[in-house]
């Protein structure tokens, strides 16, 4: 059944969050530099949040994703989907919701695979907001491809394991409790089967952050984003998570739901982006008329729109998929789409709307630099597009087969020839037929190499 209609009580709980993100949330956004919405140290930001977050929580929208079990209220992905629209408007709505990755994911992964005891030092306060966490996977010499990752943990005489090795971008490590490290744990068998996640405590020896990477704009010396060496850690079988070899069936439940909600917050955002050039193109006169009666401008604006619903409407079906059929595989391309999709159509309106802002547009006083950052970052995080674009491609060539002879099944003339065999009663009788059927009939099967 094909539906477009959301529950009126579920229609209720949206409106009080647009109202709410757009009130109280997205100031925020000005008040506070993005990396600060993981330190738990920061006092002010923390004064600000506690209200916010406890009126969620009465709302009873705090941390959706998860399954009853973990507090969440059971949501599929339709509703997640609806919830994150609204949350992509501000950078800072994740974490007054309870959903900000890579937290989420974590949760996630620790709720499905971890032991009761780490469900109890780690899962417990991340869910319950009292600390921050990292997943630690990629490494300075090769994100993209698994291959090429070297991070070891070895297996030692008495049963314990060493960890070896460096990550690269290792999001929030700073402020994290504790960093799920991707390891290989089996360097004779290819990596997707040789590889294992650890639980490792931020202040085990033999962590050390060597520094923080920002981002394009942050200053040099700041930002959240650690390179960091694992020398000699010492690590035992209760910081497994999951079984030794578990690391990317690990790495891909974490990531399925997280792209779709990634790619909604990214429909939001681009929205915000249209919204903000309306209002501009509204307000601003040039050359005799306002900007929105100008036909390039308009051309911007349809085309802009055009891309945003097209692109909410896929990834909204691709929800829609994961609640019908309850399995991230069966939608590796629909996801992997979404996810290209969400840095093409954020990084094109968003230019767009600095654009047609003129020199406000590029300056520090609009947050355009900022949102076409996030496009930029959608585009590589999670794996840059080439990767799911490969993916996607693979999937559609397993529905396709190679052509039995030298010409394609669609060449029109053997076509002909099959079509005048079936309908060959109907042929003699009077009417106006294709110039095709003529040729067809004089042609030899050799020259039709049939
Ligand atoms: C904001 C941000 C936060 C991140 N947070 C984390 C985190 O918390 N933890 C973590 O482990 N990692 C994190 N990452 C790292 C992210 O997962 C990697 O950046 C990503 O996997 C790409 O790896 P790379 O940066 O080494 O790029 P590379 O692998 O060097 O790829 C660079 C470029 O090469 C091209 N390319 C790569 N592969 C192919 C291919 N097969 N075919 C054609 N072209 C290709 C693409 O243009 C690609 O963008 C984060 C990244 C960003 C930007």
């Not at 923080?212 to 700041?222: H, K, Q, R, W």
Request: net charge negative.
């Amino acid at each position: 059944m094909w539906s477009f209609e959301t529950e009126p009580e579920f229609a209720e709980k949206l409106d009080w969050m647009r109202d709410f993100v757009r009130t109280h949330v997205e100031p925020i956004d000005s008040l506070f530099h993005q990396d600060q919405a993981y330190n738990p140290g920061n006092q002010a930001l923390r004064a600000i949040l506690a209200p916010l977050q406890a009126e969620v929580r009465a709302q009873g929208l705090w941390a959706c994703h998860l399954p009853p079990a973990l507090g969440g209220n059971g949501y599929g992905q339709v509703r997640l989907a609806l919830m994150n629209e609204i949350l992509g408007r501000s950078f800072f709505a994740p974490t007054v919701f309870g959903t900000a990755a890579p937290d989420t994911g974590n949760a996630e992964i620790l709720a499905h695979f971890g032991t009761a005891a780490q469900k109890t030092a780690y899962l417990q306060p991340l869910l319950d907001g009292e600390i921050v966490s990292c997943f630690s996977m990629t490494e300075p010499q090769g994100g993209a491809d698994p291959r090429q990752f070297t991070c070891r943990a070895t297996r030692q005489p008495d049963g314990s394991w060493r960890l070896n090795g460096r990550k690269w971008y290792s999001s929030n490590a700073r402020w994290a409790a504790f960093l799920i490290v991707m390891a290989i744990t089996d360097p004779d068998v290819p990596v997707h089967q040789g590889a294992s996640m650890f639980v490792v405590p931020a202040d085990r020896a033999g962590v050390t952050i060597l520094r923080n990477v920002g981002t394009t704009f942050d200053p040099p010396g700041s930002g959240s984003e650690a390179y960091i060496d694992y020398r000699d850690v010492v690590l035992h079988d209760a910081d497994l998570l999951g079984a030794a070899g578990d690391a990317f069936r690990i790495a891909q439940f974490r990531l399925g739901g997280g792209r779709v909600h990634h790619a909604m917050r990214s429909v939001g955002l681009a929205a915000k982006a249209l919204d903000m050039m309306c209002e501009r193109v509204l307000s601003r006169t040039t050359q005799g008329s306002l900007l929105a009666d100008k036909q390039m401008v308009q051309e911007v604006l349809a085309d802009c729109w055009l891309d945003i619903e097209q692109f909410r409407l896929f990834v909204m079906r691709t929800a829609w998929k994961i609640d019908q059929l309850n399995d991230y595989k069966a939608v590796r391309e629909d996801i992997s789409a979404a996810k290209i999709l969400a840095s093409r159509v954020l990084i094109s309106t968003v230019s767009k709307a600095m654009h047609l802002h003129g020199s406000l547009g590029i300056s520090n006083e609009m947050p355009f630099g900022d949102m076409l950052l996030r496009g930029f970052v959608m585009g590589i995080a999670d794996g840059p597009d080439e990767v799911h674009k490969v993916t996607i491609a693979r999937q559609l060539l397993r529905r396709h087969r190679a052509a039995a002879g030298l010409f394609p099944t669609t060449h029109t003339p053997a076509v002909t020839r099959a079509a005048i065999q079936r309908h060959a009663a109907a042929l003699d009788l009077p009417g106006e037929t294709s110039p095709w059927i003529d040729y067809v009939r004089g042609l030899t099967a050799d020259q039709l190499d049939a």
